[in-house]
């Protein structure tokens, strides 16, 4: 790979506010994010697609996760504590990327071995703010291993 030139980099959102996902995806394009953004919309879903299962068989594993923790079926917690349990999966930085601003969530989520906790904004430009901050370190600065 020459100098200058960087892989895309797979990302799994795992967030079931549609209207985020929407978000999400129009801030990393608009920040010409070169990347694949992968969605899924609760927490089993996501770790059927980490873990490759079912209809999921042939999706690639993900750089970054940006997880949410209030999700149908499974919590963020929940899949979390599954991420960072399981040998192949532990490496993948997550960004838990959330409404809530607890300290007992923020605590929670770094007890779980979260690599960052991003509260979303409500408003719109301190949404994509903050979406392109997460852009500026984690796909930007950040090295991820070639494969």
């Known amino acids: 790979m020459s100098k200058g ?3 895309a980099v797979d990302i799994l959102l795992v967030e079931d506010n549609p209207g985020d996902v929407r978000l999400t995806r129009e801030c990393l394009l608009d920040n010409k994010v070169h990347n694949t953004l992968n969605v899924v919309v609760d927490g089993e ?3 059927y697609y980490l873990r490759k299962e ?3 068989a042939n999706a690639t594993t993900p750089d970054l996760i940006m997880l949410d923790l209030n999700l149908p079926r499974k919590s963020g917690f929940e899949v979390l504590k599954e991420i960072k349990a399981d040998e ?3 490496v993948i930085p997550v960004v838990v990327l959330t409404s809530s601003e607890a300290e007992k969530d923020i605590l929670a989520s770094y007890s779980l ?3 960052a906790f991003v509260s979303k904004p409500v408003d719109l430009f301190e949404f994509t703010n903050a ?3 997460i852009k500026g ?3 930007e ?3 991820f291993p070639l494969e």
């Open 5 to 7: 030139h960087r892989k």
């Open 45 to 47: 879903e996501a770790m």
């Open 54 to 56: 079912g209809k999921y």
């Open 88 to 90: 192949n999966l532990k």
């Open 113 to 115: 071995h979260a690599n």
């Open 131 to 133: 979406i392109a901050q």
């Open 137 to 139: 370190f984690w796909l």
């Open 141 to 143: 600065i950040v090295k």
